[in-house]
């Protein structure tokens, strides 16, 4: 009788692994889809009344309407 050798289990091993990587990556997409994005100068979260846009010196999310944005940062200070 042949030997088996442990090519099999190497393989299995190698796709479970893969397969848990798949679930882990999927999971950290579906978190980042539901995060939601705040003001980089004031903070406020992003709404559909205090929608988001880029911040024209690429530092990331900042308000569309610059001047509730400011509001909002003096009052906050």
């Given at each position: 009788m042949?030997?088996?050798?442990?090519?099999a289990m190497?393989?299995?091993g190698?796709?479970?692994?893969?397969?848990?990587?798949?679930?882990?990556a999927?999971q950290r997409r579906?978190?980042?889809?539901?995060?939601?994005?705040?003001c980089?100068?004031?903070?406020?979260?992003e709404?559909?009344?205090t929608?988001?846009?880029p911040?024209?010196d690429g530092i990331g999310?900042?308000c569309?309407?610059?001047?509730?944005?400011l509001?909002?940062r003096a009052?906050?200070?």
């Amino acid at each position: 009788m042949p030997e088996e050798d442990d090519g099999a289990m190497t393989t299995d091993g190698a796709k479970t692994s893969r397969e848990r990587a798949k679930e882990i990556a999927e999971q950290r997409r579906a978190e980042r889809r539901q995060r939601k994005r705040h003001c980089v100068l004031c903070g406020v979260e992003e709404s559909d009344r205090t929608p988001l846009g880029p911040h024209p010196d690429g530092i990331g999310p900042s308000c569309r309407e610059e001047s509730a944005c400011l509001a909002r940062r003096a009052r906050s200070l």
